[in-house]
């Protein structure tokens, strides 16, 4: 399985084990029936990481996680609900899986999803870093046993090569 796959399961998983969460998943296709509150999750952009130059594939994931309530739950239950997906975020990383913490960028009301009207709805936005491949350097070909350092040359002042 891929790593995104292997982290938007981690994130569903992690984010369905929130107190009180009903429904736990990535946006529904058709008009299915969900029971509130729900947390939906999408993958909206990836971006070029830093090369760590092991043959690896860098990435910046964006995700975005919408929290989905009824009109009628209270707003601090809602606020309850977004400061512990965000907790559960912060709290988690995956790095025996190329898998970087989670870097929280903002939680807000989101009133622009028409489709929900009688709803309230909170986004969160995060990035991820991810790596994607196999590593060059696992130990098993041929790793350098001499490595040539050059320096300054104290005496003459350049730079030896």
Not at 9 to 30: A, L, T
Not at 81 to 101: C, I, K, P
């Amino acid at each position: 399985m891929d790593v995104l796959s292997v982290l938007f399961k981690e994130i569903q998983q992690g984010f369905s084990e929130i107190v009180g969460i009903q429904h736990c998943g990535s946006f529904p296709r058709r008009r299915d029936d969900i029971r509130l509150p729900a947390i939906l999750i999408d993958l909206v952009e990836l971006e070029p990481g830093s090369d760590p130059g092991t043959g690896e594939l860098a990435l910046i994931a964006h995700f975005e996680a919408r929290i989905l309530v009824s009109d009628q739950l209270p707003e601090s239950d809602l606020w309850a609900l977004v400061q512990e997906a965000m907790l559960w975020l912060f709290n988690h990383s995956w790095s025996e899986t190329n898998m970087g913490r989670a870097r929280l960028k903002q939680a807000s009301p989101d009133h622009f999803s028409p489709d929900y009207q009688g709803h309230r709805v909170w986004l969160i936005e995060w990035t991820q870093t991810v790596r994607v491949g196999e590593n060059v350097w696992n130990g098993t070909d041929v790793i350098p046993s001499v490595i040539s350092i050059s320096g300054l040359d104290t005496e003459n002042q350049e730079l030896e090569v």
